[in-house]
């Protein structure tokens, strides 16, 4: 439908320019009959303006048109003559020369006025490209500038965040060079920033600082994060303790960007420890003279046999050297008797001392078996005072236990101890008392202290081992507490199992000097 419509306004158009090519012709005529009438001698150009006309209205076909009707015209206007042919020819092809520069001029103009518009909206288009872009180009210059603003107001932020947490931190390089370090830190050291950074060594321990060095480079070399505990220099020259903790940053191909730490005083921290392992000494010691307390028979009969033996032996030295004529071995026989007892009476009193003493935890490797061997010297007579069997299974070859000799001791006298109040109660079977090492594990030796005694029922088994918790009447409840501190201290572990039938067994486990047996 459109183009059946702007098909026929083109017929429409096409016939008013040739309407309009003849009606210029005519006009053309009409004044120039008219001028002729009045001027015989008038010349013709009126027609050319017909044809100029036609071809610039119309175009070529019209111009054409308004050449051929001209030519007839010019030919039959009087005067008419056929000797005029040649000239009406030349007029008829000047017509349509004329014609066709005026259409070629059209098209130029066309083509010119075309190429016009189409600039014009390349133009546009390009302008408003160009605006759109601008206009782009400030809005994002403008949110940059947010973004920088809003950075610059994170960064104080975190900066002073971290010039106000209650610690002290840093940022060191990958190569280990000091790159940042918080106000914390300065304020504590007393340094300038320049100085930090020059010399960050300069606030350790110097006894602390071999130590702290080759950890640090160890680290540094296996990019594995870093903790220890060193003495920091304050500001006024005393040394703390803190603890230093570093992290590095990894890219996504596992190379360090930086490393991150922090330095936490934790010097009210040991100070608690160090009054917290007096408190406890001093508690173990408590415990000691109370466990030395009831084996007071044993004691002073082990103390009372060597003492013996040392009067007997002076009596029949004495004898000897009164018979006529003295018998001079048997005085020196009976004096190495009793330089032999008086050194079993030393060391009865320096063991005594050794476990009533208030000194500091010092670990030897110990021989397992020696130890229990020296301990159950002070119960043999207890043991044979309340009627109990004593039996023994040390496993050969145990290797040696890095530990306390005081301190050992003290747990199995508690163990024993514990051992005899439970059979004491036993009237219906034997009381038997049995103790055992054998290997736990590849790299702990077991000591296991066995009874036939009236047991512990399971609420008070789950309670055993808390501090003042006891089945005594007169109980501290303080033993098997310490016990278990005392082992795990030495990286044991101290437990109790009932038994399948009668009484239960409580075990320790220690662990050997070489990690395995040897």
Known sequence: MIEFNSSRRYRRRAGVRYLIAALSVAAALVLTWGLKQLFPTAPNALYFCAIILSAWFGGFGPGILASVLTSAAVHFTPPASTTDLRRDIVFLVAGIFTSWLIERQNRAQAALQRARDEFELQLNERT????AANEGLRTEISERKQMENALRESESQLRLVIDTIPTMAWIVLPDGALDFINQRWLE???LSLQEALKDPKRTIHPDDLPRVMEKWSVNLVSRQPYEDEMRLRRADGEYRWFLVRTVPLLDEQGNILQWYGTSTDI?????????????????ARVARLTVM????????????QPLAAVVTNANASLRWLAAVPPNLDEVREGV??????GNRAGEVIARIRALLKNGESVRTPLNINEVIQETLTFAQPELARHNVCLQTEFATELPLVPADRVQLQQVLLN???NALDSLSAVADRPRVLRIRTDYHEPDAVRVAVQDTGIGVDRQRAERLFQAFFTTKPNGLGMGLAISRSIIEAHGGRLWMTPNDGPGVTFQCALPVENGGPT
């Open 188 to 190: 504590y050291s007393g």
């Open 293 to 304: 307390g009831e084996l007071t028979a044993s004691i002073a009969h082990e103390v009372n």
């Open 336 to 341: 190495r008797r009793i330089v032999r007892d």
């Open 415 to 417: 163990l024993l101890v």
């Open 267 to 283: 010097e009210d921290l040991k100070r608690a420890e160090r009054a917290l392992l007096r408190a406890q000494s001093e508690l």
């Open 128 to 131: 408003g490209e160009l605006t």
